[in-house]
Each structure stands twice: as C-alpha cells, then as structure tokens.
C-alpha cells in the first residue's frame, strides 16, 4: 500500500481516538529507518482556551524520563569502568533505608542492575509533590535523603528478583549520575543526548521554559508546552492543579520534548548509533522478569512485549495531566511515540493499534 493509504489510516484512527475518549488533545510519531517522520497533531494544548495543538507542541514526556536515565548511567558506567552489579551503597554512602529483620538480603545489598529493572524491592514515590515546584540545585539530593526514602523498608528481600515499579529507584540513579560525573543530572543528559543528537526541543529543566521559572499553564502554553488535563465529576475537561515539575524527581519522570526529538532518540538507540553502542554491551533488552499482570517482561528499564513474531521495546510515562508511549520495534527498526495532554489517556492502547496499522501496511 501506498505512504498516502497509511497517513490516511493513521488520521484515522488519531481522530476516532480523540473523540472517543474525549481527550483534550492527542499526538502521535513513528519513523522508520531511512524514511522521514510523520508526525500528527489533532485537538488543543490548552482545552479551555482552545489552543491548538500542533506537530511542535512541547510534552511533559512522564516516566519515559527513564528511559533517558537508563541509557545515560550505562553510558557512564562505560566510561568509568563501572560494573553494573555494583552495588548504590558504595556509589551513594550516604544512602540509608530502614531495615526490616525478615529480610535475608537488605538495601545495601542493592544493586545498578537490580534498580534498572525494577527488581531491587524498592517502594515507591509517595508524593511528588508537584504543587511545591522545587527548581532547588539539591533537590535531587535532598529527595533521595528524605523520610520518603530513609524510613521506608525494601518490599522484599533484594534477591528474590520479583518486578515492583519504584521511581524511588530512578532517583538514586540520577544522584548516582550526579556523583559520578560531577554534573548535574540534567547537565548530564544535555552532554551526552540533547546536544549530541541536535534535540533542541529537549530538556529535564522544564523551569527554564517559563520567565522567572514560574511553570504557571499560562507561560508554559507561550513557550509551546501543552498544558496538563483532567476531568471533573462530569466528565469535563479541566485544568490539572499543578504542572507534574519537581526537580527532586527529574530521573524518573520529568523530561520534556516534542515528539520529533523522541523520534531522533529513539531512532538513534536502534541504528546502535556510536552514542548508543555502550549502552549494548550491557544487554538492556534481555528479559530480567516478568511483569506482573501483564503480557509483559521487564529487562534494564525498556518493558519487553511479543506479538506476532516481532518483539516490541519501549515505556509508557503517567502523571498528572499527561500520558505518554514509546514502543520500538527493532525487528523493523519503527518507532512509534503517542502523547496526550490528559490524566490517564489510554496512550498505550492507542499505540498498538498504530503499530498493527503500520506493519499491516508494510506487508505485501
């Protein structure tokens, strides 16, 4: 079939989507090797002001923030000569937990490695808060010190190699990275991707998109940022009280970009562009576990799925007022990226039936 018959499906399907699970604006990307990207935009960055979305509006991208993390410590690690079974009291001795006397293999037993995939029986974020807006330097620092981390116990022993989601996790590695390389987290991420790669729409400093760092809807939706959405009682679509921005939780969840820069990154990770081939020699798409009620396995922060004899890579990202899907299909070297700007849009849904769309049509 024809670019124009696949455009034609995909528009398609964008806007049945749109309506029906009324979302206040929704985008989605894919690109495969040596073909240009497509890019589609239907609804509003701002629903009440009916701001249209466009093909450059800027996304808050969630826990796809990890992915970036992931790739950037392996990266490290390289270079430094860092084994990813080291274990994060070494790396981070001041990194303390409450210890609980059933467990046989405690926090400092914890490694990179168990961290990565979300194996290392860490618990989870219990409050972002988000309404704080903290742009402080040792936010990062300060978070992963707080009770929040300090008086929590591992959910189990760290052996057991049982899959439990923990953004905790993530930002031990970020302050891992910070240490490491004597940058700033979002410096570090700068260095080795965003300038790199030509991501000029990309940055874990969301803050430095508005004046005076205020992240207020109205300076964001000026600088091209979509504004985050949720519904009332009624179902209608209203403002989120704050923009998910917390500098404390920049490594698990606070990266924004436009679809196009995902698509260069993600396109790059599969070419096993120079950048990216450290990131290889440490097997991150090997399934470490199974995910719990899901089709899925976990491997070093890229979810692993199987359909039809093709294997699919990626991560979803959700927080207040924004959910995100990036899925790589190496097999055929497609990426697909889908945003909305609304609280638990039915993102991964919607990217799968854009994957089927496009290897149907590649099909003779």
């Given amino acids: 079939m024809t670019k124009e018959a696949l455009i034609h499906d995909l528009n398609k399907t964008i806007r049945s989507a749109l309506s029906n ?17 497509v890019i589609m935009a239907e609804g509003y ?16 991208m969630a ?8 790739c950037g410590i392996m990266i490290l690690f390289s ?11 070494e790396l981070l001795p001041d990194f303390k937990m409450l210890r609980s006397k059933n467990l046989s293999c405690d926090y400092p037993h914890i490694t990179v490695r168990k961290i990565l995939s979300h194996t290392s029986g860490l618990p989870d974020v219990t409050d972002y808060r988000w309404d704080l807006k903290n742009i402080s330097e040792s936010a990062l620092e300060d978070y992963c010190e707080s009770d929040d ?57 969301t803050y430095e998109r508005t004046k005076n760092s205020s992240l207020s809807i109205e300076d964001l939706l000026s600088a091209k940022v979509a504004a985050p959405h949720g519904k ?11 923009f998910p921005y917390n500098r404390g939780h920049g490594p698990s ?15 790059s990770l599969l070419k096993k562009d120079p950048i990216f081939q450290r990131v290889y020699s440490f097997s991150p798409f090997l399934p470490v576990a199974d995910v719990s009620n899901s089709d899925e396995k976990i491997g070093l922060s890229f979810f692993i799925w199987k359909d039809k004899g093709k294997t699919y890579i990626g991560h979803e990202g959700s927080d207040d007022g924004f959910r995100s899907s990036l899925w ?15 609280t638990k849009a039915p993102v991964k849904k919607i990217n799968r039936e854009i994957f089927t769309i496009i290897h149907n049509h590649l099909t003779p």
């Fill in 253 to 267: 969840s606070t990266l924004t970009s436009t679809l196009s820069d995902i698509l260069i990154w993600s396109q």
């Fill in 149 to 205: 981390v300090s008086k929590r116990t591992l959910l189990w022993s760290c052996d057991e190699n049982k899959f439990s989601y923990s953004n905790i996790g993530y930002e031990l590695l970020g302050l891992i990275i910070q240490k490491v390389s004597n940058l700033s987290f979002e410096d570090y991420m700068d260095s080795i991707f965003f300038k790199p790669l030509n991501m000029r729409d990309s940055t874990f400093k």
């Fill in 328 to 342: 790589m299909c190496p097999d055929t070297k497609i990426s697909v990226i889908v945003c909305s700007n609304l």
């Fill in 79 to 89: 270079e430094k000569d860092i084994s990813q079974d080291t274990c994060v009291v």
């Fill in 45 to 60: 960055s701002s629903f009440p002001m009916k701001t249209p979305l466009t093909k450059d509006s800027i996304f808050h």
């Fill in 21 to 37: 699970y009324y979302l206040p604006g929704l985008a989605i990307g894919y690109k495969q090797e040596g073909q240009e990207s």
């Fill in 63 to 70: 826990s796809i923030s990890k992915l970036f993390t992931a």
């Fill in 232 to 242: 009332d009682h009624n179902n209608n679509i209203i403002y989120e009280k704050h």
